[in-house]
């Protein structure tokens, strides 16, 4: 089975993330007032395929730990669809 | 004299100098390309600045993953020395060969200008030949070089003395702006528990001809010759 994988990586809550101050100025600036505590990370989307919906999620967790997240500065979340 | 490994990956592009800078000092210095799974006897590998792979995913991420990579671990295992500039700095941390982590500058601005940091550990084959405290003036260009790490790691770190150099405060002899990027104590570079794998942002590579401007950077390349020596006779 092919599973879709939609995977979030966010800098840590607590970690100066200079992006999202900067975003969120220019927000204020665009009279935005009422947002706040903008992060920015990165969204990436892939298939994988697996026996089950569980192998695709721990195959997925393998990977953000290894290579799409950073551990020492950044939090993921994992989304996952069959297809 | 020691052969010296300079790696190149697609995106390297202080290649050059560093060789050239390790050339300048007699060591036998050689390319090594990102594919390649030995290091020809190298002595001291460095891995240069510029953009691996093009900084894709995370500065250093990808490059990480070079074949090459797995040679640079086990020479570094074995007690060898490495040296990680910029760049370089980036993806041995990514590799673990050193801890924490190097993010976008605080300013949000790329940073390319000279900085005034201080020599804080000299026993190390990068840094033996410049005097404990020697203060230096050096050229950093980077957008992601913000250290950060735990708490306990950067604690452990102060206390085991791995902070190889550090951005000096601003005062009347120092008119740069300190700490450039915002790093964590005023982090430019630090060492692994062995002290053989070093990785500093500021480009000593950069001021190692007087043509330059700058010489305070040759230091980092003659104690390469300095170390050898030692640890061959």
């Known amino acids: 089975m092919t599973f879709r994988v939609h995977v979030r990586v966010l800098p840590r809550v607590g970690l100066l993330d200079p992006q999202g101050q900067a975003v969120e100025h220019a927000l204020t600036a665009l009279g935005f007032e009422e947002a706040g505590a903008v992060r920015i990370g990165r969204a990436i989307e892939l298939d994988v395929t697996a026996s089950s919906r569980d192998e695709a999620v721990a195959r997925a967790r393998q990977m953000c730990d290894k290579l799409l997240a950073n551990p020492v500065t950044e939090d993921y979340l994992l989304d996952v669809e069959s297809d | ?233």
Not at chain 2, 54 to 63: K, P
Not at chain 2, 126 to 133: A, L, N
């Open chain 2, 1 to 233: 004299m020691p052969r010296v490994a300079v790696v190149r990956f697609p995106g390297s592009n202080c290649d050059f100098d560093t060789l050239r800078a390790a050339e300048s000092v007699g060591a036998d210095a050689y390319f090594v390309w990102h594919r390649d799974t030995d290091l020809r006897g190298a002595d001291v590998v460095v891995l240069p600045g510029g953009f691996s792979y093009g900084d894709y995913l995370r500065s250093g991420a990808i490059a990480r993953f070079s074949p090459v990579m797995q040679a640079v671990q086990r020479h570094a295992a074995a007690g060898g020395p490495v040296l990680g500039i910029c760049n370089g700095f980036q993806i041995l941390c990514e590799a673990h060969l050193l801890p924490g982590a190097l993010m976008r500058n605080a300013g949000l601005t790329f940073v390319s200008k000279p900085v005034d940091v201080t020599v804080e550990q000299v026993d190390t084959a990068f840094t033996c030949d410049y005097e404990p405290e020697e203060r230096l003036r050096l050229p950093v260009a980077h957008g992601e070089g913000r250290f950060v790490a735990a708490p306990d790691t950067l604690r452990t770190l102060e206390a085991e003395g791995r902070v190889v150099l550090r951005y000096v405060a601003a005062t009347e002899r120092s008119p740069f702006q300190p700490n450039p990027n915002g790093s964590a104590n005023h982090i430019a570079g630090i060492c692994n528990t062995d002290g053989n794998v070093v990785g500093i942002m500021p480009h000593p590579e950069r001021a190692a001809d007087r043509l330059l401007g700058l010489t305070g950077g040759s230091g980092f390349f003659t104690s390469m010759i300095s170390s050898h020596q030692g640890s061959s006779t």
